[in-house]
């Protein structure tokens, strides 16, 4: 949601922009632009994507080594020329960009207002970059000292980069709630809201914390500063992605690359933590903590969209294999309900960025009420694997595609290892059974390789359901969650609704959608409710609508019910989420694709939500 890019150095800044803004491109954005510092400040933005701002540029003056760039998700006015980022005051001589929130933007531009200043756009952001100048104004402040005083008087989230006609080679950032990262290069300084476009340059980086500054000078270096005008140590680490993990490899989309990373994203997650031969789980990342989930009378897991589906599974797998009671909420509600939270209660967040507004303001307040509070996240020194007492780090990799696959099947390998390991401490399940699962998880990477060989099927069934306006997902048990999960990339991406359902509630209203216009995708593939599938089938077949069934490669009953049937190899019925999602993610694909949809960055969506 939003992204920055920013650079203080001696190479050319434009190109550095530019590539960085399409880095960027995957977050989900409406507008883009770019300031750069040379002398004089310029100024160049465009609604639409970082192609058509290219073409807007051609042509216009871009030298400069010192510059930043932004792609903007609407929040505060509509998305066009004028709204998108960079925001200047009204004298011209700084420039802002912005992620986040500004919240109390309404007090502020009504007293500026009073104070002579005008407004050029809608926006929250413009009213920042104006308080700056005015203190400026009023205190003959330099722009560091500006933005730190005007950030004192701010309420809401933000990452900001300011420039300064009067302060060449020289970027001043801060971050609140929303993610800012420095890269650090050979005599030159990167700025981003995440490392993608920092990864060709350098490899050494910094994340600010909640309510840092970092001022970026191309003679005095990188200077690190509370906004309360505390000197801090920057702390450098060392990224752990490459520059190939970015590109699509040869796929047309990076959405498919990523289905098709699965088999090495689950193993990744599992590596160093699974070991066969010693029939043993180990996870480090949570060892000092895993007493305190033994103890646990309740976990509560908090997360968002496709994370909230995963939540939902960890619901079926520690209840079911370690017998330790599950909520599982949705982060957006939680905080908001005034939710009964206690010091034994162990708290999991889920987030594929780790950056996710609404499950960090869960996290606060559960810390607040003195749980304790774990992360299951991608990304390595995101702010939940910060503000969290520990976590698990799920080594998927980058996910580009807005609509999230890798992430899900590798946030369900991570709570499977959790509740196998919980289960094994307990002793709630036997020994053989215990080993059996080990040894079912081990092959599961294999098994997705499998189930990834249905491509040419599934591609098949989308040609025939690519114009239909509505899909109905049914699934049982452990394959309930699937269900959701199913709808909501089908709507995500092909923008067709579809519903997620438990197959058994289909009697309490959803029977009268079906009729000969409803695709209905069936989770087929629990042994423990077989029958009772097998009898949602026959209900929707005898009111003509179209099935497709998911099942295992042993079914034979299901063959002669449903017009599709999908075959993923078997496992046990705990893991079959893995494998059962496969095939969902393949359908909506290629129905997207027959509808001529952007796959990788479906309209009005965000790759990572920073704002409430």
């Known amino acids: 949601m939003c992204g920055i890019v920013g650079y203080v150095g001696h190479q050319p800044v434009f190109p550095i922009l530019m590539k960085g803004l399409q880095r960027l491109e995957y977050r989900g954005y409406d507008s883009t632009g770019v300031a750069i510092l040379n002398g004089d400040l310029k100024i160049y933005k465009q609604k639409g994507k970082v192609k058509a701002l290219g073409k807007f540029v051609e042509g216009k003056a871009v030298e400069g080594t010192t510059g930043m760039g932004h792609t903007r998700w609407a929040t505060h006015g509509a998305p066009n020329n004028i709204n998108a980022h960079p925001h200047t005051s009204g004298n011209g001589k700084l420039a802002l960009i912005h992620n986040g929130i500004i919240e109390n933007y309404a007090v502020l531009k009504k007293e500026l207002e009073g104070r002579g200043h005008v407004f050029q756009t809608e926006t929250d952001t413009e009213v920042l970059v104006h308080f700056i100048e005015e203190i400026q104004t009023l205190i003959k402040a330099p722009l560091e000292q500006a933005v730190r005083i005007a950030l004192q008087g701010v309420i809401g989230a933000y990452a900001i980069v300011v420039a300064s006609i009067d302060e060449p080679g020289r970027l001043v950032a801060a971050r609140k709630s929303s993610p800012l990262v420095v890269g650090i290069g050979e005599g030159e300084y990167f700025l981003a809201s995440d490392a993608t476009p920092i990864i060709e340059h350098t490899r050494k980086v910094v994340y600010l914390k909640d309510e840092e500054m970092a001022v970026l000078d191309l003679n005095e270096g990188l200077t690190i500063k509370t906004i309360d005008n505390q000197i801090q140590t920057p702390v450098v680490e060392e990224l752990m992605w490459n520059l190939e993990m970015l590109e699509k490899g040869g ?58 589906h995963a939540g939902l599974v960890g619901e079926y797998l520690f209840e079911d294999l370690a017998r330790i009671p599950v909520e599982v909420e949705y982060a957006s509600e939680f905080r908001y309900r005034n939710p009964i939270i206690n010091e034994d209660d162990v708290v999991i967040a889920i987030s594929q960025s780790g950056e996710t507004a609404d499950t960090l303001a869960a996290l606060e307040l559960a810390k607040s009420k003195g749980a304790t509070i774990l992360g299951i996240c991608n990304v390595v020194g995101s702010t939940i694997s910060r503000v969290t007492d520990a976590g698990i780090y799920t080594h998927a990799g980058p996910e580009i595609g807005v609509a999230s696959t890798k992430a899900f099947t590798a946030q369900l390998t991570i709570l499977t290892l959790m509740a196998l390991r919980l289960a094994q401490q307990k002793g709630t399940i036997p020994e053989a059974r215990y080993h059996q699962l ?40 452990y394959n309930f969650p699937v269900a959701l999960e199913g709808a909501l990339k089908l709507k995500e991406i092909s923008y067709i609704h579809a519903e997620g359902y438990p ?27 077989y029958e009772k599938i097998v009898s949602n089938i026959q209900e929707v077949k005898a009111r003509g609508g179209r099935i497709i069934a998911i099942t295992t490669e042993k079914d034979t009953i299901i063959e002669g019910l449903a017009e599709f049937v999908v075959k993923i190899p078997e496992t046990a019925e705990p893991l079959t989420p893995i494998l059962s999602t496969i095939p969902l993610q393949l359908l909506a694909y290629h129905i997207a694709l027959m509808r001529g949809c952007n796959v990788d960055q479906p309209r009005n969506l965000a790759k990572s939500v920073t704002v409430e």
């Open 438 to 477: 080990l040894t079912e998880l081990e092959q599961i990477p294999t098994k997705v390789e499998q189930a990834l060989k249905l491509e040419e099927q599934l591609e098949f069934i989308a040609g025939e359901f690519k114009d239909v306006h509505h899909f109905l997902y049914l699934g049982r048990g």
């Open 503 to 529: 197959a058994a509630e289909m009697k309490h209203g959803p029977i009268a959608l079906i009729d000969e216009q409803m695709p209905v995708v069936v989770m087929a593939t629990n042994e423990s409710a």
């Open 251 to 308: 796929y047309d989309h990076f959405m498919l690359k990523e289905i098709n990373e699965q088999s090495k994203s689950i193993h990744d997650s599992m590596r160093g933590r699974l070991n066969i031969d010693k029939n043993l789980i180990m996870l480090g990342g949570i060892k000092d903590y895993e007493q305190k989930l033994v103890n646990a009378k309740r976990i509560i897991i908090v997360a968002c969209g496709t994370s909230w």
